[in-house]
């Protein structure tokens, strides 16, 4: 699976507008040849330039095709014949790279200032530990614990122990732990957006946007089983009325 080095690409995505600070977007040094990505296949829908081997760029295709179909519940299910690992691995490098993008039209408005904390409301407050640098919770401002989210889903996407590179290698046997320690921590930046930027959002004239990215992500999200439901209690009402009508 190849998805695992990224070259950013100038393009901006056509929906989107951006503000001049743009903190969580890092150029990322481009794969090393030999390894998977050597049959290269690009995706400039959100942003990006995404190195893909062969078999991801069959699968990128097969997302893009059912995206553009309008069907969500089709664009999440396993490809008939595919892989699992290699399906949730495509799949959480392009989410990452939707979340990356949209906290990046907001990081003008979200700061240090505007949220000294993590927070998706009054009642939920997140604090930022990866087990290894920091390993105690630590309260830290929204854009900080952004930026180590951030930094810390590079540093999984980038392990070759956790996404293999090189073809025939296997995938860890905790493979789908780490990913849903991925988009559980991912759904914490679209709780944030949505309790403490709805609005800019909407001044932006993105909420369509916005909302099409995180439906995408739940019904995802619920297919496979990532999320426990205690973790999405902070937008509760707004899932239901995404699982419900499928």
Request: proline share 6%; hydrophobic share 35%; net charge neutral.
């Amino acid at each position: 699976m190849g998805e695992l080095r990224r070259v950013r690409s100038g393009t901006a995505d056509a929906g989107i507008g951006f503000s001049g600070n743009q903190k969580t977007f890092r150029p990322k040094k481009s794969a090393p040849s030999g390894s998977k990505v050597d049959k290269w296949y690009y995706s400039i829908g959100v942003a990006n330039v995404f190195p893909l081997c062969l078999q991801g760029a069959q699968l990128r295709k097969h997302i893009d095709a059912t995206l553009g179909s309008g069907n969500l519940r089709e664009a999440v299910r396993l490809p008939p014949g595919e892989d699992i690992n290699e399906w949730l691995a495509v799949n959480t490098v392009d989410f990452f790279n939707q979340v990356n993008l949209l906290y990046g039209t907001l990081t003008e408005f979200c700061t240090p200032e505007s949220c000294p904390t993590m927070t998706a409301g009054p009642k939920y407050e997140y604090r930022w530990a990866d087990g290894v640098q920091i390993k105690k919770p630590i309260e830290v401002s929204a854009p900080k614990y952004v930026e180590y989210l951030m930094d810390w889903i590079e540093g999984q996407l980038d392990d070759e122990s956790i996404f293999p590179q090189k073809l025939g290698t296997p995938f860890p046997s905790n493979f789908k732990e780490v990913v849903k320690t991925i988009f559980k921590r991912l759904f914490r930046v679209y709780a944030h957006i949505y309790h403490s930027h709805f609005q800019k959002i909407v001044s932006l004239k993105e909420e369509a946007h916005l909302n099409t990215c995180f439906k995408h992500f739940i019904l995802f999200t619920n297919e496979f089983g990532l999320i426990d439901k205690k973790e999405l209690a902070p937008l509760q009402e707004l899932i239901e009325s995404i699982i419900v009508p499928y």
